[in-house]
Nanobody, 122 residues
Framework: QVQLVESGGGSVQAGGSLRLSCAAS????????LGWFRQAPGKEREGLAT???????TYADSVKGRFTISRDNAKNTLYLQMNMLKAEDTAMYYC????????????????RGQGTQVTVSS
């Protein structure tokens, strides 16, 4: 059974930083594309970043230059370093995994965690 468990969320002032982690189990981690998306109340899910099996990252324009995605295959853990946070970054953040690399957007990845809340005050 695949499990993804996020951690590292919290409350921070605008301009601050947070590092999210996502621990995975029940899958052959190195074979999966991984990513992060978020959802704020009343808004659509927004894909933020992905990283493929060759460690190539992609970013949404809204977070490019501020967020960095990385993965540690030895620890089965995905990270999202978030810098220069803004009030509009406030949302529930989810990690996700899928073997269908390049054919599915991150918000549709087959496996996802329960989320971790990020709140940025201005």
């Amino acid at each position: 059974q695949v499990q993804l468990v996020e951690s590292g969320g919290g409350s921070v002032q605008a301009g601050g930083s947070l590092r999210l982690s996502c621990a995975a189990s029940g899958l052959t981690y190195r074979l999966y594309c991984l990513g992060w998306f978020r959802q704020a109340p009343g808004k659509e899910r927004e894909g933020l970043a992905t990283i493929n099996t060759n460690n190539r990252p992609t970013y949404a324009d809204s977070v490019k230059g501020r967020f960095t995605i990385s993965r540690d295959n030895a620890k089965n853990t995905l990270y999202l370093q978030m810098n220069m946070l803004k009030a509009e970054d406030t949302a529930m953040y989810y990690c996700a995994a899928d073997w269908r690399c390049g054919t599915v957007v991150v918000t549709d990845y087959v496996h996802r965690g329960q989320g971790t809340q990020v709140t940025v005050s201005s």
